[in-house]
């Protein structure tokens, strides 16, 4: 968002030409009309402001997540206390071989291994926290090899492509990898399973691209969470 003063910015001209976005170096810092996330190569999407505490409904193409034990806190945050979680029987068909999953969360607690997402199939695409050092940990195949990257609680957003990996629009250094096994039952958000690796803390947004993200677009749509939810 741009800004005079305290004052939101309803439009920037160069001449009569109204501009649609304007950047700083990376960073973009003005765009005509609510801010969207990159739509080329989306093929899911859920975003927190949509989830009730039963539901939460994929914005591309309308998978259903029967939702146990959530709360919303009224901000656009779904928030799991570890026993909640969210299940689709289906273990949905993502790309093996090139992908980006972003997700904006706030984890609250470190206790074993917890899952924000995973599918639980040979395409597998997942996203968690080790139970004994404090990482992403992120995977795609069939290979039970995860790539993984140093990180930290608190309210962040990533994005993560099967080689790189960035926190708040920041290159992230890969710590190295871990072994994760497939579970049974669909897919799921919170957990792993049922019963398994559960989440402690808000999940905000979870995108997947059927493609990796270049550079400037993780960062364009970093920028996006980091405006909305007040990251810094």
């Known amino acids: 968002m741009s800004y005079i003063g305290t004052s ?49 409904v994929d914005k591309v193409g309308g998978v259903v997540f029967t939702m ?52 639980n199939a040979s395409n597998m695409v997942a996203f968690g926290f080790s139970s004994t050092n404090d990482y992403i940990v992120t995977k795609s195949g069939n290979s039970n090899a995860r790539k993984t990257w140093t990180t930290g609680a608190g309210l962040h957003t990533y994005s993560v492509t099967n080689s790189t990996a960035y926190k708040d629009k920041a290159v992230m250094s890969q710590r190295g990898t871990d072994t994760w096994y497939l579970r049974t039952g669909g897919t799921f958000v919170g957990s792993r399973s049922a019963d398994n690796a559960l989440f402690i803390g808000t999940i905000y947004q979870i995108r997947i691209y059927n493609r990796a993200l270049t550079a400037d677009e993780i960062k364009h749509n970093q920028s996006i969470d980091i405006e909305k939810y007040n990251i810094s």
């Open 68 to 119: 146990k034990n959530v709360t919303l806190n009224g901000s656009g945050g779904v928030v799991f206390n570890g026993t909640a979680y969210g299940n689709n029987s289906t273990n949905l068909n993502f790309p093996s071989s090139s992908h980006t999953i972003e997700i904006t969360l706030n984890k609250t607690n470190q206790v074993g291994l917890q899952v924000a997402f995973m599918i």
């Open 8 to 56: 939101k910015v309803g439009g920037m001209y160069l001449g009569d030409t109204k501009i649609g976005k304007a950047y700083l170096g990376d960073d973009l810092v003005y765009q005509s009309g609510p801010p969207s996330y990159i739509k080329d190569g989306l093929v899911f999407h859920l975003d927190g402001a949509d989830a009730t505490t039963s539901q939460w």
